[in-house]
């Protein structure tokens, strides 16, 4: 009976140290997940990368900060394969997970509209890389908002560049897909306002071209005969260096400028010395060290900087900028959800984003604006000694 008893005392002992030892370690909150919808293979694999490094090295800073009172940041990332049905499969999944407010992705304009129909036939946020087409944009969506500069604000700040430059006459060269069009045809119309003439080309080029000179030969008399003052590459990825390319080995020495998406590394690895005088407005992240030291973004994309150089052996470029922001954004929204965070909690939230700083400049979300980013928010970019210089008027 002794041995019994002992016994029975030794395990109620062992039963309150358990006990004891369980209250005292801290109590982490579920999961906040995010779905990541991306392009990881096909012909965007390059820049999905560094989308992908950077998303899951904010998710570990953060969570090693505590996370969202408490709670963890968890991605769950799918390749969609630069495929239409395979990023609506995606999507539709990621619906059906309840514990997921939001989805990121997918990066590239023809697959976002179908993916922005579900978000919002499902009532879930979708935060899209890439700026959207004019046609998807003009729905009004409620669920769907964006992290690049718009194509509306991009033609101003080129219009502005054109004006600091003296350019009186300009020729475009549109790509042939709803985006590119988009920012010929808001160039000509925020150009015309203040008193340039723009010229669209009825020439255009596919992004899969690897050789626009047949188009460029049926441009050059209209270049001389207009005396043009600088020639509109208005495209993305890389057909810009290419055209660029081949403009220079026809002899043709215009001045050249471009899209936002001139500002991606591989655009001067591309197009080598032929992009040399290249100008163009882009996003903060495109040159850290270049901006003013009173600038609220600088030390924000100059630590990103350093940290991917430092992890990824790599700096920042304006994609990473874009995965960096979308991140904090999201975690701003949940710090300031308030009770249980559901997808209509959520999605108010980043609504009513105010005064963020991030990367690419200072956000501001509303009813009426889900593209986040204003004109002051880019800078003036020239590309010189095979580098992005900083220019300022």
Not at 14 to 30: I, M, R, V
Not at 109 to 114: A, C, E, I, R
Not at 240 to 260: D, E, F, S, W, Y
Not at 323 to 344: F, M, N, P, S
Request: include cysteine; glycine fraction near 10%; hydrophobic fraction near 40%.
């Amino acid at each position: 009976m002794k041995l019994g008893k002992k016994c029975v005392v030794l395990a109620m002992c062992l039963s309150l140290l358990f006990l004891f030892s369980c209250s005292q370690k801290p109590k982490e909150g579920s999961p906040y997940t995010i779905g990541v919808n991306l392009e990881l293979t096909g012909p965007w694999a390059e820049v999905t990368k560094t989308v992908k490094q950077v998303l899951i090295m904010e998710v570990e800073k953060i969570n090693a900060m505590g996370g969202v009172d408490g709670h963890p940041l968890e991605l769950v990332i799918e390749d969609n394969g630069f495929d239409q049905g395979r990023a609506a499969a995606i999507m539709t999944k990621f619906t059906q997970n309840k514990k997921i407010p939001v989805v990121l992705g997918p990066w590239e304009d023809p697959l976002q509209g179908t993916t922005r129909a579900i978000a919002e036939r499902e009532g879930i946020t979708n935060i899209i890389f890439c700026p959207s087409n004019p046609m998807v944009r003009g729905l009004k969506q409620k669920w769907s908002f964006n992290i690049a500069q718009s194509d509306i604000i991009v033609s101003r700040k080129l219009a502005d560049l054109c004006l600091a430059r003296g350019y009186k006459t300009i020729l475009v060269f549109p790509g042939n897909w709803p985006l590119a069009l988009s920012l010929a045809d808001y160039f000509k119309q925020f150009g015309e306002e203040k008193g340039l003439k723009v010229i669209i080309a009825k020439e255009t080029h596919a992004p899969s071209d690897i050789d626009m000179t047949p188009q460029l030969i049926k441009l050059k008399p209209i270049i001389e005969k207009e005396k043009v003052d600088a020639f509109y590459a208005s495209t993305g990825g890389p057909p810009g260096p290419i055209i660029v390319k081949n403009m220079r080995a026809l002899g043709i020495k215009t001045p050249v400028i471009g899209t936002h998406a001139f500002g991606f590394g591989f655009v001067i690895a591309l197009g080598g010395a032929a992009m040399e005088g290249v100008e163009f407005g882009a996003g903060k992240p495109v040159v850290p060290y270049q901006l003013d030291e009173g600038d609220p973004v600088r030390p924000i994309v100059t630590d990103l900087d350093k940290r991917m150089k430092e992890r990824y052996g790599q700096g920042l470029d304006q994609i990473a900028g874009h995965a960096h922001d979308a991140i904090w954004l999201i975690y701003d929204a949940l710090k300031r959800c308030k009770g249980e965070v559901t997808r209509a909690a959520f999605r108010n939230a980043l609504e009513d984003t105010t005064e963020f700083v991030a990367c690419h400049g200072i956000y501001n979300y509303s009813p009426t604006d889900h593209d986040g980013l204003s004109k002051e928010d880019m800078v003036f970019i020239r590309i010189e000694d095979g580098k992005f210089k900083r220019l300022k008027f």
